[in-house]
């Protein structure tokens, strides 16, 4: 007897956001990409956390700033939930926009997209977003069909048990997606009297570095502040650097 190949699973997701043009623009975002299924929409964080119990999402497009419960309400919330979705926030260009998607970020969000302003604002969000998406989405299912590894800090940074030594060094790291996360868990671990200095690249908005740089030295025992043109890194001091989204 010859058993047909069961259909590649796909992940499903929820779009919530107060905007209906929002919602339509994310929706045509995810459309193009095949390893997802829309399941359904939310306008308010009340009514989605209604859906996360109703529909148990494995993805979640949350806006932050919305009435009812706004998203970072809504993290809170499922904050303590065993089994809850990745989320990628939508946030205003603003600082307020940038401290509020760092407490995403803090409460779990695995990345988070601006929303732009102008007559392709809606465009440029479908193009921001699908391939922060399809990338989330390659990873998830890939790890589903692999063992996974936990790697400990000291094969990720063998060099941080030698930092006694008086020879120049520097410790330079370059994240993208995920690396809010990944530096909060990773910088804590260092000392306030490490001998080198760091330089961190991190791609994204400008207005975004100061609340990540602000949101690092909480945790930190470390100088944490972003780069200014033509100083000189010290030891024990983390440079912020920036790489604009584009």
């Given at each position: 007897m010859i058993h047909p190949v069961p259909a590649p699973r796909k992940l499903r997701t929820l779009i919530v956001d107060d905007t209906a043009l929002y919602r339509r623009a994310v929706a045509d975002a995810?459309?193009?990409?095949p390893d997802l299924e829309?399941?359904?929409t939310a306008s308010n964080g009340r009514l989605a956390l209604t859906k996360l119990e109703e529909l148990q999402p494995d993805l979640m497009t949350l806006d932050i700033e919305m009435p009812e419960l706004n998203g970072i309400e809504v993290l809170e919330a499922i904050s303590s939930w065993r089994k809850k979705p990745a989320v990628i926030v939508l946030s205003a260009l603003t600082v307020q926009g940038g401290n509020l998607t760092m407490r995403a970020l803090e409460l779990g969000a695995f990345d988070f997209?601006?929303?732009?302003?102008?007559?392709?604002?809606?465009e440029i969000l479908k193009e921001s977003l699908a391939p922060r998406i399809q990338a989330f989405a390659e990873r998830a299912l890939a790890r589903e069909r692999t063992q996974s590894v936990t790697i400990p800090l000291q094969a990720v940074c063998p060099v941080a048990p030698r930092l006694g030594s008086k020879a120049k060094?520097?410790?330079?790291?370059?994240?993208?997606t995920g690396g809010p996360q990944a530096l909060a868990q990773v910088l804590p671990l260092l000392p306030a009297d490490l001998s080198v200095p760091i330089l961190i690249v991190q791609h994204m908005p400008p207005l975004f570095t100061r609340?990540?740089?602000?949101?690092?030295?909480?945790?930190?025992?470390l100088k944490i502040k972003e780069a200014e043109d033509g100083e000189s890194v010290r030891p024990a001091w983390l440079i912020l650097?920036?790489?604009e989204d584009r």
């Open positions: 995810l459309s193009g990409i829309l399941i359904g997209v601006t929303k732009p302003e102008g007559v392709r604002s809606l060094r520097l410790i330079v790291m370059g994240v993208s609340a990540l740089a602000e949101s690092l030295q909480r945790k930190c025992a650097l920036l790489v």
